[in-house]
């Protein structure tokens, strides 16, 4: 599978997990938790794999994407500290609905842009060959990426 396609299955896989939220009602706690930490795990860990390789390979392969892939990066930025708080947040409190709906509009946000605007430079300029290889990395590093938000690299402030 190339890189790109791995990307696209992943936000497909989140998106899944947002609209199941949306269906919840205010009553359904347990299940709102339950999504919640599904959609921590899955987008730390794409986080994680687009920024220790996915990123700096679409920067070498496409240097006009240096712009895209900074503002990604700063958008990660504050989808990972939003996650850290819902992490630790009591799915019955009022906010965490609200936190969790400006999360989801950041996200779909953030994968249009990188779907729309900039994935298609990244798969002429990489190619099949690179993409495939660089998909098998992606991939592979899913199982060692960290699970706690605050430990991608996007999160700290510099």
């Known amino acids: ?11 497909k896989t989140v998106e899944k997990l947002f609209k199941r939220f949306e269906k919840t009602s205010d009553e359904d706690v ?3 938790r339950e999504l919640a930490d599904q959609v921590i ?3 730390t860990v794409h986080a994680w794999i687009e920024e220790q390789y996915f990123y700096p390979a679409a920067r070498e392969a496409a240097p006009d994407t240096k712009d895209h892939v900074l503002e990604s990066i700063e958008e990660h930025h504050a989808v990972v500290w939003m ?6 947040m009591d799915p019955a409190d009022e906010r965490f609905k609200a936190k969790m ?3 989801m509009e950041q996200v779909r946000h953030h994968v249009e842009e990188e779907e ?12 099949r060959n690179r993409l495939v290889e660089l ?3 992606l991939n592979a590093a899913k199982a060692s ?6 430990a991608v690299p996007s999160a700290a402030s510099k």
């Open 135 to 137: 998909g098998e990395q």
């Open 116 to 127: 729309q605007d900039w994935f298609p430079d990244v798969r002429k300029a990489m190619g």
């Open 41 to 43: 795990e899955e987008l």
């Open 145 to 150: 990426a960290p699970r706690d938000p605050l």
């Open 30 to 32: 347990a299940e709102r």
């Open 101 to 103: 709906t400006v999360l």
């Open 1 to 11: 599978m190339d890189a790109i396609v791995l990307l696209r299955d992943d936000h």
């Open 83 to 88: 996650l850290s708080e819902l992490k630790d």
